[in-house]
């Protein structure tokens, strides 16, 4: 299930607390106790704040975000030779592209599109040198979830700045230590903590 049909399931259900706790309401309402009321109204209020949170959906880049953390849990690696896998392949193919390729990019579409992005999903360009579009602006000040390209034709998730002269992402096709591969048909979906040196720009998507 994706991050956007999870949040339209935790709305319904709200919805229906809400519901619930109004009816309650409309029930007591009638009866002369006034501190009953005032318990209800409050149930009522409580139960509108509730289905407001949840019926705010997080930002794009926030959903993109969380969907990278989600398939980093399923430690997602390379096993039977180079950019091939059960795990890899899947994305592979769920971005459009033909298996045994680098995936760094077809990652970044596996995350943004399962987010529900109408611009970077299954048909956006797979070269790194091409992610830049109308709809994928540079920023300089980027935020989680942002997409980070580096001067070495590679790309990945941003996380965070550390304040420190590095920044935090999420990649696929990367090696669990080193610049970008372990060249041993070993990579996968790592955290890392790579130079901000090493940046070439962040792309902010739009929808």
Request: glycine share 10%.
């Amino acid at each position: 299930m994706s991050l956007v049909s999870r949040w339209a399931a935790r709305k319904k259900v709200r919805q229906g607390l809400l519901s619930k706790a109004r009816a309650r309401f409309a029930a007591r309402k009638t009866k002369p106790n006034l501190r009953t009321v005032k318990v209800r109204r409050a149930q009522v209020a409580y139960a509108q704040r509730v289905i407001d949170r949840h019926t705010h959906q997080p930002a794009l880049q926030e959903r993109a975000l969380d969907f990278a953390r989600h398939t980093l849990a399923q430690h997602v690696f390379e096993t039977g030779g180079n950019n091939r896998g059960p795990m890899v392949e899947r994305i592979i193919r769920y971005a459009g592209g033909d298996v045994g390729e680098p995936w760094c990019v077809d990652f970044v579409i596996w995350c943004y599109g399962n987010a529900g992005s109408r611009v970077v999903h299954p048909g956006f360009p797979r070269a790194v040198s091409m992610m830049k579009t109308a709809k994928t602006r540079e920023t300089s000040t980027p935020q989680p979830g942002d997409i980070v390209r580096y001067t070495f034709d590679h790309t990945g998730i941003f996380v965070r700045d550390n304040g420190n002269g590095t920044i935090t992402t999420i990649e696929g096709n990367t090696g669990s230590s080193g610049a970008v591969s372990d060249g041993n048909g070993s990579d996968g979906v790592y955290e890392k903590v790579r130079a901000k040196s090493l940046v070439a720009d962040y792309l902010r998507v739009s929808e």
